[in-house]
């Protein structure tokens, strides 16, 4: 099963973590793998893109390997980019509940958290 923690603070995504494999089909087969895959890295990819265009290490907060993916969103303090940050990242989750939901919570559960 894949678990998916949403961090928030103040209710706005401050990070997420996505653990796991859902266990539908064999590896490289895995439809909903590969749907959590594809909708976690797009949010990385936008914030990399974004805040890290030269690819620095260290300037974006994220960690991935096989079944497991942790961000941390990077501050900033420009109101506009912020709601562009937080336009992606609430894209984000919305996919992946609307995986959850066709798929069911035997494979994908996803947990909102204060933190």
Not at 3 to 27: M, N, P, Q, T
Not at 40 to 47: I, K, L, M, P, S
Not at 87 to 111: C, D, H, N, P, T
Request: aromatic share 12%; proline share 2%.
């Amino acid at each position: 099963m894949i678990h998916v923690s949403i961090w928030l603070k103040d209710k706005r995504i401050v990070g997420f973590e996505i653990k796991g494999h859902a266990g539908y089909a064999d590896k490289g087969y895995d439809i909903i793998c590969s749907a959590v895959s594809a909708i976690g890295y797009t949010a990385v990819g936008y914030f990399e893109n974004k805040y890290n265009p030269q690819r620095m290490k260290d300037k974006i907060s994220y960690i991935e390997m096989d079944g497991y993916m942790k961000f941390t969103r990077p501050k900033t303090t420009d109101s506009n980019e912020i709601l562009k940050d937080d336009a992606v990242l609430e894209a984000m989750v919305l996919g992946l509940k609307q995986v959850e939901y066709s798929y069911g919570s035997k494979f994908v559960r996803i947990k909102e958290e204060e933190v």
